[in-house]
């Protein structure tokens, strides 16, 4: 059961996830909001070194062209997978999409489940 509810999180996760970059092509003003997000977390996380970093690392990610910026919210590397767990694009779906893929994926879950 435990392990159905983990795959069920990770391809939750790993929807949301390449769900974000369709909707940076089409918003490259989304970019600002991660920007804002960035600020705010540096400030609040300003003694957790680990956390910095990777904000810092996001900061100078995001002037890269919004092409590049999608290939790393694309790609199933290390380094990506890294900086999507800290994401300064949390929130760009709007909530009606999340809530379109995580029914979808309970509906497979109990579906599998039965």
């Not at 159905?4 to 003003?29: G, I, M």
Request: net charge positive.
């Amino acid at each position: 059961m435990a392990e159905r509810c983990r795959v069920a999180d990770d391809v939750r996760r790993r929807t949301l996830w390449a769900a974000q970059p369709n909707r940076l092509r089409e918003h490259p003003t989304l970019t600002q909001a991660a920007h804002d997000h960035l600020t705010r977390w540096l400030l609040q996380n300003a003694d957790a070194p680990a956390l910095v970093r990777c904000y810092r690392e996001w900061q100078a990610l995001l002037e890269s062209p919004i092409s590049d910026l999608c290939r790393i919210l694309e790609t199933d590397d290390e380094p990506c997978r890294r900086w999507r767990q800290n994401s300064p694009f949390a929130g760009v779906l709007p909530p009606s999409e999340v809530w379109e893929v995580k029914a979808a994926i309970r509906q497979r879950h109990a579906k599998n489940a039965a």
